[in-house]
């Protein structure tokens, strides 16, 4: 593909997740989480150009860097996404205002990298950027897939007290009959 072709699908996949992450949306733990990102990361890696020829080291090392960047920009994503249980036991989530701090600081620090590669020299190409978005939702699915089946098993143990529990903080709630939390 070429890099237009990836910019474009890094904005669209990017822009996609970012408008769901803010609307409440209910989790299926069932799915398959990891399709989406696994996908991306296939592409990515089938593109030449991702290290560049003239400056090995530091090619490797700034895409060394953009993948922890990506890893913990998912993470931090994941635990800053608000998780409760309905009424009717199905998970939901949504992103908080620390949600958007962690993005903001995710692309505040890839700006850094691309910067100091290009005062370097590096040739940077958009399958490095694309292979850190997929490790992102990677790392943020994995996540909140673990937190939604264990929100999921605390409200099933805790039907019988009539309580759900906030995966977000681990507390005790009255269950919800709406679906977003107050």
Known sequence: MSGLV??????AVAGLVVFRQFRA?????DRRWWVVPVVLGVIAVREPGMIDAHHHVASVLLLAAEL???VATGVGWAWTTRVWVAADGAVWSRG???SVAVWTAGIALRAALFAAGAALGVRQDTSALLLALAVTLLARSGILARRAQAAGRAATTGAATGAA???TH???LPRLTRKEPA
């Open 165 to 167: 529990t906030d995966a």
């Open 170 to 172: 681990g507390d005790a």
């Open 25 to 29: 949306h209910r989790i299926d733990t």
């Open 96 to 98: 908080s205002r620390a």
């Open 6 to 11: 990836d910019a474009l699908m890094i904005v």
């Open 68 to 70: 922890c960047i990506g």
